[in-house]
């Protein structure tokens, strides 16, 4: 009899298809309520630190440079108060294999296909982790498979998406290109099935704990240059992943009071699966359209219960805009001497404004960089945005219209971060955590303070103004 591969039929099947392309019972975790045991899952279906740190060091990964940028710290202590604008470093994760910390993600993930018996990997990702997947898999005797969305209905595909492609193919990936919407997914499950390759997702416990090395480098290598802990640790978020993994690593090395700070280019309006709006941005991550629902909804990823959990773990989020990465991707190059992407320069931009209020002796470290290519120079986003009639001029970047223009600031103090309501992001999780219960358990709102990194009092004030009650 031949298998249905209409998509009604394909997505009824997730469940099955997941489990067999990951090899987790996700089940088995579930509690009776709204969550499920989060560390648990961790220690069981993961790898020790050290277990972790041997898997990447025989792929050249990791240990990566701590640089410390003197020239940009000190042009942000000329727009500081008095006795202001702390140190910036930067972690330069292009460094790894593949270019970007992605590769401690994949290191991990493509080990754990090959100990399992996959003959091959599959991840479905537009961005740095596809590289990463292949990089390892072609290191590992491997198949592998990208699933990227790549084009508007129009085949008008991004600049460095394509970049992306070509990279993967260079490591020796095929690479399957899809239009935005719900095919991505749908390409992804139906070729998990046929393969019967493994998952290499962003999202599994093996992903996630890859990024733990980083966290912990930072802290070792930290304390070995300046006798103490970074005050605070600045990550460019989307998915939820490099925050969680890196805080999560911190942690391990016993740097509990470093501030973490997450980092997204704000496109607030525009929708990441929207085919009008696709070609609308120049940033394909590390902004507001992946940053915000999956810090509010995070098993929204491609597995049943995501590992990246980043409002466990942030205690600030702040947001920059399109045109102020582009000028610190700029002066990244023309003052220390450093041509890196675009991801990274989105948490370095928004450090650069974190810093001016901080004192002198403090530290604050952009914990990635990634390498940058023809489809990620800032001269290829700039072009395609003009061909997709964005206006790019000189102004005050706040009145930036998204989708529209690009305003570059014309002076740099205006280059400026942007607050984002941390317990308006608390509310939309708990909301979404209990949009299918009318009652929640005592165990519930425990998770629920887990979860949103706050206190008894906030979540059970909420759940009352939601008209949950509690058993």
């Known amino acids: 009899m ?14 099955q298809i997941m489990k067999d392309s990951v090899g987790i019972d996700y089940a088995t975790f579930e509690s009776e309520g709204v969550g499920f045991d989060y560390e648990r899952m961790m220690r069981e279906t993961g790898y020790t630190l050290s277990e972790m740190q041997e898997i990447q060091g025989q792929s050249g990964v990791g240990n990566t440079p701590l640089l410390e940028m003197k020239n940009l710290t000190k042009l942000a202590r000329k727009f500081a108060p008095t006795g202001k604008g702390a140190r910036i470093f930067i972690k330069d994760e292009a460094s790894n294999p593949s270019g970007s910390f992605k590769a401690r993600r994949a290191a991990n993930a493509v080990y754990h296909a090959k100990k399992l018996g996959y003959k091959g990997v599959i991840a479905a990702t537009s961005g740095n982790y596809g590289a990463a997947v292949a990089s390892q898999a072609s290191m590992h005797g491997l198949k592998c498979i990208i699933v990227q969305e790549c084009y508007d209905s129009n ?16 490591y020796g990936a095929e690479v399957v290109q899809t239009s935005v919407g719900p095919e991505l997914f749908y390409v992804f499950l139906k ?23 980083l966290g912990y480098e930072i802290s070792m290598q930290f304390r070995e240059r300046e006798g103490r802990d970074p005050d605070a640790v600045i990550c460019t978020n989307a998915g939820g992943g490099n925050l969680t993994g890196t805080a999560r690593g911190l942690i391990k090395a016993g740097a509990e009071n470093t501030k973490i700070i997450a ?14 709006q696709f070609n609308r941005k120049s940033f394909t991550t590390g902004h507001t359209g992946f940053g915000m629902p999956f810090a509010t909804n995070p098993d929204r990823s491609d597995v049943p219960r995501s590992a990246a959990r980043p409002l466990r ?10 045109g102020e990465v582009f000028l610190m991707t700029e002066l990244l190059a023309q003052m220390e001497g450093l041509e890196r992407g675009p ?14 209020e901080m004192d002198e002796d403090q530290t604050i470290v952009v914990q990635e960089t990634e390498y940058t290519g023809a489809g990620k120079h800032i001269n290829a986003q700039l072009t395609f945005a003009r061909e997709n009639g964005i206006k790019i001029f000189f102004g005050d970047p706040k009145q930036e219209e998204k989708g529209k223009n690009i305003i ?18 608390r509310r939309s999780l708990i909301k979404n955590a209990v949009s299918n219960t009318e009652f929640v358990t005592q165990e519930d709102i425990d998770y629920l303070v887990t979860e949103t990194n706050s206190n008894h009092q906030f979540v059970e004030k909420h759940l009352e103004d939601l008209g949950i009650k509690v058993k």
């Open 2 to 15: 031949n298998k249905d591969f209409s998509y009604e039929a394909v997505m009824n099947r997730k469940p």
């Open 155 to 170: 085949y008008v595909g991004q600049p460095e998406i394509i970049e992306k492609a070509r990279k993967c193919e260079a």
């Open 191 to 213: 070729m998990l099935e046929e393969t019967g390759y493994f998952n290499a997702s962003l999202y599994t416990p093996f992903g996630i704990a890859g990024v733990e090395t």
């Open 263 to 276: 980092a997204s280019v704000d496109l607030t309006g525009l929708h990441m699966a929207s085919d009008e």
């Open 313 to 322: 773990y942030m205690d600030r989020y702040v947001l920059v805009n399109q």
């Open 343 to 356: 991801a990274g320069n989105t948490a370095l931009a928004a450090a650069f404004s974190v810093a001016q």
């Open 408 to 425: 570059l600031p014309e002076k740099l103090s205006l280059l400026k971060a942007q607050e984002v309501d941390m317990d308006k992001l």
